[in-house]
């Protein structure tokens, strides 16, 4: 079952980022394609299309691995990389690089990305700091609630600061969406998000038994606060660099591991890898109904993926708080 489970899931995966570059406002024929560089649907599909697909399918499956990551870690099914702040994090630092009009790039690192990683990586440590003192996930919950909303405060005192094309990019970006994706910002993201995922996949045994206690996993001969330390590093780094690109979209890693579970009952890296591969088709599926649903104009991915997991969240928080009486 766990084996079926998964080939279907990659089949799928494989079928949604081969087909979605060709739908859109404009259905892009495969023949036009084939006249050459000099076509207009050549150029559509390379240039825009594609690494738009491509992002959002990284964006998701990195979103879905870092919310299945905290919820073996910190021991709550109801962490997610927006439910305890790490989004927020990034999206302060990058909004803090859009109003000083950063630019430039260091080592190919734009300030945009540069700065959501910095964001991401503070706040992670900051909650990690918190969790030391939190008697439950729930605390941990809200200890992430509230560096959350500290983040989004300072993001409002930015945009009121700001003149109306400052305003309109942070607002805009804030939505979450892959509009202004281009060839160059995806080949400067990949390394970042394969570097990341190889160390998170490194640590998979690791993490499972992080999953059992600290007290079990010192038994167990696991370092506990030097793995913990680079596992919390790759998931910030997954973060910030998705962040910066696509702004803080939520509930995807909340949604994708519940989702996973169900399917199919996985430990280790298989379980990271049915993540990710599910993690990456539902952003691209929500990304390109978001394009056709109110076609010629677009619906940010952010909104969509809000609409569903708001609901998801609600019922996932019920069914915790039935389970605990």
Avoid at 81 to 96: D, E, F, M, N, Q
Avoid at 219 to 227: D, F, L, N, S, Y
Wanted: hydrophobic fraction near 55%; include cysteine; charge should be positive.
């Amino acid at each position: 079952m766990r084996k079926r489970t998964i080939i279907f899931v990659t089949l799928l995966a494989l079928l949604l980022v081969v087909l979605c570059p060709f739908i859109g406002i404009i259905f892009i024929d495969p023949r036009g394609i084939a006249r050459g560089f000099s076509s207009q649907e050549h150029q559509i599909f390379w240039e825009l299309r594609v690494p738009r697909v491509l992002i959002a399918f990284l964006t998701g499956g990195s979103l879905a691995l870092c919310g299945f990551v905290y919820q073996k870690i910190f021991h709550n099914i109801l962490v997610c990389p927006y439910t305890i702040g790490v989004s927020s994090g990034a999206a302060l630092g990058a909004s803090l690089a859009v109003k000083l009009g950063l630019v430039g790039a260091v080592f190919g690192i734009s300030p945009h990305v540069g700065s959501a990683l910095m964001g991401a990586l503070l706040v992670m440590f900051l909650v990690a700091l918190l969790s030391r003192w939190a008697s439950s996930g729930l605390e941990l919950l809200l200890s992430g609630v509230v560096v959350s909303i500290f983040c989004s405060s300072i993001i409002i005192l930015l945009q009121y600061l700001s003149d109306f094309t400052e305003i309109f990019r942070i607002t805009r970006w804030l939505m979450g969406g892959f509009d202004s994706i281009t060839p160059p910002t995806l080949f400067s993201l990949v390394p970042l998000i394969v570097v990341a995922t190889l160390v998170i996949v490194r640590f998979s045994y690791e993490i499972e038994i992080l999953a059992l206690g600290d007290e079990i996993a010192l038994t167990r001969g696991v370092e506990v606060q030097r793995i913990r330390l680079y596992i919390l590093a790759a998931t910030s780094l997954l973060v910030g660099a998705t962040v910066s690109a696509a702004g803080p979209i939520g509930f995807v890693g909340i949604i994708i591991p519940h989702t996973a579970r169900m399917l199919a009952s996985c430990y280790g890296k298989k379980a990271q890898a049915l993540c990710w591969l599910l993690g990456g088709s539902f952003l691209v599926f929500c990304d390109t109904i978001g394009r056709i649903l109110i076609a010629p104009f677009e619906i940010p991915v952010g909104v969509i993926t809000a609409l569903v997991g708001s609901p998801f969240f609600v019922l996932l928080l019920l069914r915790r708080t039935n389970a605990m009486r």
